[in-house]
């Protein structure tokens, strides 16, 4: 990749990673995800196709969300069109279009309800900008909530914390609601609803894998490191997002965890019955799918008879388990209350090297010159370890560790700034690369500063999304498609093994 | 006659803010939060909220961190407006309490302020595409009110003096039900149906953000989903199959 350059050197050929486009209506309106077959749809409880009286169900399904949600009513009541968030959004950034100005998003909703539920909108439309939903206006909906990946961007920047997220997974959940859900999201609930995981992955296949990737790592590192599958009375069960189990570079990082659970010296499993961290329930904004989903964990726990529940490298994933998994399927009081429940693998990570007990060959990542994502559900919905702000310390603590060149991107970027990868909120599927290569750009411009300012050649990252996408789109900006990395492959590279460390399942109880 | 619908109309107003402003608050008290959803970093603590939320009534610390001249305009016609709020007490008070004396002084150029706050977000509301793509008509015509009562007010002081004397009896005397006679000079009328069509229109329309931002969920809510179960009354009725 790039050579190192003093920054003063940089002629100002590198565009800025947050330069404000001019408007362009209209642009993006063709961008639209596929919609959900009738069958599909049903499998969820929503209606397979659009209901003849989908303008009436809509606005019934408003007023119930009114009436459940105080985010959607006090959000749509409180904007001042100040303006504050027009330039903070990274589908804006990246197309112009500004129905990508999360205000804008939220009018296509706010206009809807202001007709039918405010005194100016029900008597004086014109005057607050008031709307019916017509068939555009749904057809604005269908293109413009999925042009939104929920990452809360805006949320941060906005006066009264209006979070256009939550938004848009109401709007999706009208659209549910009425029968024009979205393909992608709504088939991967149905196969975690049926199979246990996103990618229908069945126990058989993911048992071959874990027993080839047994074999890969004894073969490479001399030590019998366990992957191990429905391990009845273990210690921890380990809840990663099923592309840990066979995309690269999530893989890699799923290594890094069987490591250092081999460190700990503590007995792991995996779940076949809750192979799946992420709840796509939440991008749909369906509370009784999100539920069902959590539930899953709920039961894997209790009838592998685990004390703690540890979950991998996803963002979203672990935002619904660090903030929703509780509410939607706690309490959790058969587990051991010593420990968070639930666990982020870098906590449990950054908690042993805290302890002494993880040793590392920062050496091992010299071919290495290493910047950091921070998954935008992770640094702004969530938290790790006990104080606000973890979220970014432990995972660079984490890779500092690891490794020996280190460079942040600019700070506008990354931290609660962080930029979302674009394929976030159920938009990573291949109709949608338009979207998704546009709102990449912030972060692939930031990327290149880094890069050109750094050397930097590496980017970790610790969502499952976020690294599939890059993988994608890396190459789009002139970068190799495996530039991104797991946070725990650079923890697997460096990590120093100690054979035998590793308990055997139950062996705890017995001790 | 003019008295009587002037005395009316304030009635009216104050009915209407004070009322409307008690139900929505109601109303946005009794919706439930049903999941955690604070925009984090979050405080972890009660305290630490209530200091979150000081900071963004006080400072305006999200839009800060957005956008410097929307904070700067916007800060200022809020901070002055506030002065001169609390610099109108003298014509609801006799005598008039000595705090309120003492910002005098400052109360009149914070009605330059005010203006100038105003203008300044009115400005970019016109040049800025992004925002003039966002504006309906309500949002120019509610500056517009805004900087008509400002300007009217700063013409009384400046320009056209009016009966200062007699307008603070007509109010004192809206307060004890013993009414006055209001001047019929048409500045202050105007400045006066103009505060009167705010106070109608608060509960009804965008100036809600300053009740709502209280009840924003993203940032009243304390960040401990792991240490204490959140759970709202509809969610737990689904739970029938577990304690």
Not at chain 1, 51 to 61: G, P
Not at chain 1, 402 to 415: L, S
Request: net charge neutral; with cysteine.
């Amino acid at each position: 990749m790039a050579e190192v350059k003093d920054p003063d050197d940089r002629e100002n050929e590198l565009p800025d990673p947050l330069a404000i486009p001019d408007l362009a209506p209209g642009c993006m309106a063709m961008s639209k995800p596929y919609v959900a077959a009738p069958e599909m749809q049903k499998r969820l409880g929503f209606p397979g196709e659009l209901v003849e009286n989908w303008q009436d169900r809509a606005i019934e399904k408003m007023a119930e969300l009114r009436g459940k949600y105080r985010s959607f009513r006090v959000f749509l009541d409180s904007c001042v069109k100040c303006g504050a968030c027009t330039d903070k959004c990274h589908y804006f950034l990246g197309t112009g279009d500004p129905k990508n100005m999360p205000v804008a998003r939220q009018d296509l909703l706010r206009q809807v309800y202001r007709r039918h539920f405010t005194l100016a909108g029900k008597y004086l439309p014109w005057l607050v900008g008031a709307r019916d939903l017509t068939e555009q206006v749904l057809d604005d909906w269908y293109s413009y909530f999925h042009q939104c990946s929920q990452c809360r961007r805006c949320s941060v920047y906005c006066p009264y914390g209006i979070d256009t997220a939550e938004i848009s997974m109401a709007g999706r959940e009208i659209m549910d609601s009425i029968g024009k859900g979205q393909k992608y999201s709504n088939e991967i609930i149905g196969k975690v609803r049926t199979i246990g995981n996103n990618l229908g992955l069945p126990k058989k296949a993911l048992k071959a894998t874990l027993e080839d990737l047994e074999e890969e790592v004894l073969e490479e590192t001399g030590v019998p490191v366990r992957f191990p599958l429905d391990e009845q009375g273990a210690e921890i069960m380990l809840v990663a997002p099923s592309a840990d189990y066979f995309a690269e570079p999530h893989i890699a990082g799923l290594i890094g965890y069987a490591k250092v659970f081999h460190q700990a010296g503590t007995s792991w499993t995996i779940s076949s019955h809750a192979l799946e961290a992420a709840n796509f329930g939440m991008f749909i904004g369906s509370y009784e799918n999100m539920r069902e989903i959590a539930l899953r964990i709920r039961q894997a726990a209790q009838d592998l008879g685990v004390k703690r529940i540890v979950f991998g490298e996803c963002g979203h994933a672990w935002r619904a388990a660090y903030s929703f998994l509780d509410t939607l399927a706690g309490p959790f009081d058969f587990l051991d209350q010593r420990y968070p429940i639930p666990q982020h693998i870098c906590e449990f990570t950054y908690d042993l090297m805290q302890a002494g007990k993880l040793n590392f060959d920062k050496s091992k990542n010299d071919h290495v010159r290493l910047t950091f994502h921070d998954s935008c559900n992770i640094a702004r919905g969530s938290r790790l370890g006990d104080k606000p702000g973890g979220q970014f310390d432990i995972p660079r603590a984490i890779l500092k560790a690891c490794c020996n060149h280190f460079y942040d991107m600019a700070p506008d970027t990354i931290k609660e700034s962080t930029l979302c990868c674009g394929g976030g909120g159920g938009l990573l599927t291949d109709e949608l690369i338009e979207i998704r290569k546009a709102g990449a750009q912030p972060r692939m411009r930031a990327l290149q500063q880094v890069a050109s300012d750094h050397g930097v050649t590496h980017m970790a990252a610790m969502c499952a999304i976020c690294k599939a996408q890059f993988s994608k789109v890396l190459p789009m900006y002139g970068f190799d498609r495996e530039a991104v990395v797991s946070v725990h492959q650079m923890v697997s590279n460096a990590i120093i093994l100690n054979p035998g460390a590793q308990k055997l399942a139950g062996a705890d109880a017995k001790d | 006659m003019l008295t009587v619908a002037f005395a009316a109309l304030f009635y009216l107003a104050t009915a209407v803010l004070v009322g409307g402003l008690a139900y929505r608050i109601w109303e946005y008290a009794k919706t439930p939060a049903p999941l955690k959803i604070p925009t984090t970093p979050a405080p972890t603590t009660h305290t630490g909220v209530a200091m979150r939320l000081a900071r963004e009534v006080v400072l305006f610390e999200s839009l800060f961190k957005a956008n410097k001249w929307i904070w700067l305009f916007g800060w200022a016609f809020h901070a002055a407006l506030l002065v001169v709020l609390l610099r109108h007490l003298r014509y609801f008070t006799q005598p008039v309490w000595e705090w309120v004396v003492l910002i005098q002084p400052f109360g009149v150029y914070a009605g330059f302020v005010m203006v100038a706050g105003l203008l300044g977000l009115w400005a970019r509301r016109l040049l800025v595409p992004r925002i003039r793509y966002i504006s309906a008509p309500s949002d120019h015509l509610m500056l517009a009110l805004l900087v008509g009562i400002g300007v009217s007010g700063l013409l009384m002081k400046y320009v056209a003096r009016t009966d200062i004397v007699a307008t603070k009896s007509f109010f004192l005397g809206l307060l004890t039900f013993n009414w006055q006679k209001l001047p019929s000079d048409p500045i202050l009328l105007v400045h006066l149906g103009l505060v009167a069509a705010l106070m109608l229109v608060f509960p009804f329309s965008k100036l809600l953000h300053a009740p709502g931002l209280f009840f924003s969920p993203t940032r009243n809510q304390v960040d401990n989903s792991r240490e204490r179960r959140h759970l709202s009354n509809w969610a737990r009725e689904m739970q029938t199959d577990r304690s």
